[in-house]
């Protein structure tokens, strides 16, 4: 399972929304392949069983777990407001009763390409978790010695 952040696709140009406001994919918003990287990775690498892409998927994945009520009040209460831009009127295109890409093909970015981030730092450690644990190690071991010698010449 590759678990993904917003991505900046066309749908959010062409669905047909009751919304106010342009839809928007929640910010912040990863470029398409971000997510394309992570899956052909996690295919290559199906010794385990999950995948965590981008910081903000880390963030409420790990809010969930830890106080679900929290994170669905808070969606509750922002989440609409989220999906929306004043950035942008409707595009006027709909998917709903036909396909919105048959005489045009809109690519794979949607029209949030200014806003969106093309590398995911956090994937980079998801794939190279064992230098990332390493680096870790080193820098708390580091630290650690950094203390007891601070430590040693205050006595």
């Not at 990287?37 to 998927?57: F, I, N, Q, S």
């Not at 006027?92 to 390409?113: C, I, K, Q, T």
């Not at 969106?116 to 650690?144: C, D, F, K, N, Y």
Request: glycine fraction near 6%.
């Amino acid at each position: 399972m590759v678990q993904l952040p917003a991505l900046n696709t066309p749908q959010f140009d062409w669905v047909l929304s009751r919304l106010r406001r342009h839809p928007q994919p929640v910010p912040p918003i990863f470029q398409p392949e971000v997510a394309a990287d992570a899956l052909v990775y996690a295919a290559a690498h199906p010794e385990r069983k999950e995948y965590w892409v981008g910081t903000p998927t880390v963030a409420t994945l790990l809010a969930q777990r830890i106080a679900p009520a929290l994170v669905d009040r808070y969606l509750a209460r922002r989440g609409i407001q989220s999906q929306q831009t004043d950035d942008k009127p409707p595009s006027g295109v709909s998917n709903l009763w036909e396909p919105a890409d048959e005489d045009r093909d809109y690519g794979a970015h949607g029209s949030f390409d200014e806003r969106s981030a093309a590398t995911s730092p956090q994937l980079w450690l998801s794939q190279h978790r064992g230098l990332a644990t390493a680096a870790a190690a080193v820098g708390a071991a580091g630290g650690a010695a950094a203390v007891l010698l601070r430590n040693a010449r205050r006595r």
